[in-house]
């Protein structure tokens, strides 16, 4: 069985790296917030060529604290997308705010801005958009529409990790974005980690007063923060896998061109606009007859995964936000069609032509 996505892998093929990182953090005594989540960060904003970096317990905490740290109230807008990890609702609706979805561009599956602009309201007081499946939102114009209109941009780059968009990269365009480190990401730990970005440094600041029960000295909390640290182990085998992202990046670019290449004009895939640079993090295809297909991939051995199945709208935690059925047509048609295929750095030529083989078997 070819497995969607496979983490294990990653630590087997760097596993004296690995080894040696989880050693040095055991046997140092230092378990939460220390050297290597010190050196993670700075490793990280260097990588990403930002001020700041500031690493916390999840992808779903970085986006929640980014939104507190911005400085957004309780009850303000926030335009997102539907298509997207609850987790990105999670972090908003968590901050008191209130998501107003936007629809989709239907080549990227992220927020078309013509879309975010029919969604403005006089309350609307950020724009969050995803970079899903590892490919830029359009950039180009939603910073300067959130520039127009007062707007705080925070990157959702959870699933984009080295993206670039007019050749700058994700998480460089907004006041701050939020990282994810969850295992299957381009750059995964082996347990839940995230990151907040910013060149801002009032918010750093307020970030790093939040992600520890608000201390601006240890046991004094000068304002109500949280408890949400990155721990030693996971920061050190972070550094680990920073070192292998760019061609881990590499490997799934060319995994992504060969099934491009391969794969039946039937099943078209969703990709990285023309001049951008995406990361491949998901190989994601549509198919009005999703439900079979699957099955029938699932008996050649070739495993899928779909996300996301119920777009968040039509989610029973966040329907009442107002979007009813039907009101967000792109967004409704994909998730009712899209599911990836196999795509992780260590799949090997042989499991890609398999999976090409498969697909090709199919009756589309
Ligand atoms: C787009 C998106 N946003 C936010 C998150 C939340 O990250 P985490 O799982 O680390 O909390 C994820 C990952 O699950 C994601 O894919």
């Not at 260097?46 to 980014?66: F, I, K, M, N, Q």
């Not at 529409?145 to 990269?169: K, P, S």
């Not at 923060?225 to 920073?242: F, I, P, T």
């Not at 001049?275 to 009005?288: A, S």
């Amino acid at each position: 069985m070819i497995p969607a996505a496979n983490p294990r892998a990653a630590y087997h093929r760097h596993q004296a790296e690995f080894d040696a990182a989880w050693r040095r953090v055991m046997d140092s005594g230092r378990y939460i917030l220390g050297p290597e989540v010190e050196a993670f960060e700075a490793e990280f904003a260097d990588w990403l060529g930002v001020r700041h970096a500031v690493g916390v317990a999840s992808g779903t905490e970085a986006l929640w604290l980014a939104l507190r740290a911005t400085g957004l109230r309780p009850g303000a807008e926030v335009i997102t997308s539907s298509l997207t990890a609850s987790a990105t609702l999670t972090a908003i609706v968590e901050a008191g705010l209130r998501p107003v979805f936007a629809d989709l561009d239907p080549a990227t599956l992220t927020l078309d801005p013509a879309e975010v602009e029919r969604r403005l309201t006089p309350a609307t007081r950020a724009l969050v958009p995803v970079h899903l499946y590892g490919n830029p939102a359009d950039l180009t114009a939603l910073a300067p529409l959130a520039e127009a209109h007062g707007l705080i941009l925070i990157e959702d780059c959870a699933q984009a990790h080295g993206a670039q968009h007019a050749g700058r990269r994700v998480g460089t365009f907004g006041r701050a974005a939020a990282w994810s480190f969850y295992p299957t990401k381009n750059l995964g730990a082996f347990g839940d980690g995230g990151l907040v970005t910013t060149a801002d440094d009032e918010v750093v600041r307020e970030l790093r007063l939040l992600r520890e029960y608000g201390w601006r000295e240890r046991y004094h909390s000068a304002v109500h923060g949280w408890n949400s640290r990155l721990d030693e182990l996971q920061a050190a085998l972070l550094r680990v896998r920073l070192r292998h992202l760019e061609a881990d990046n590499a490997r799934r670019r060319a995994i992504a061109a060969a099934y491009r290449a391969g794969l039946p004009p039937a099943l078209p895939s969703i990709a990285a606009r023309p001049g951008d640079l995406g990361v491949e993090h998901l190989f994601v295809v549509r198919h009005p007859e999703r439900d079979r297909l699957r099955a029938e991939l699932q008996q050649a051995g070739v495993g899928t995964a779909i996300q996301y199945p119920v777009a968040c709208h039509r989610q029973a935690a966040y329907a009442g936000f107002g979007a009813g059925p039907g009101s967000l047509p792109v967004t409704e048609r994909a998730a009712a069609e899209v599911f990836s295929l196999p795509l992780f750095p260590e799949l090997s030529d042989n499991d890609v032509a398999a999976v090409i083989a498969a697909v090709g078997a199919l009756r589309l």
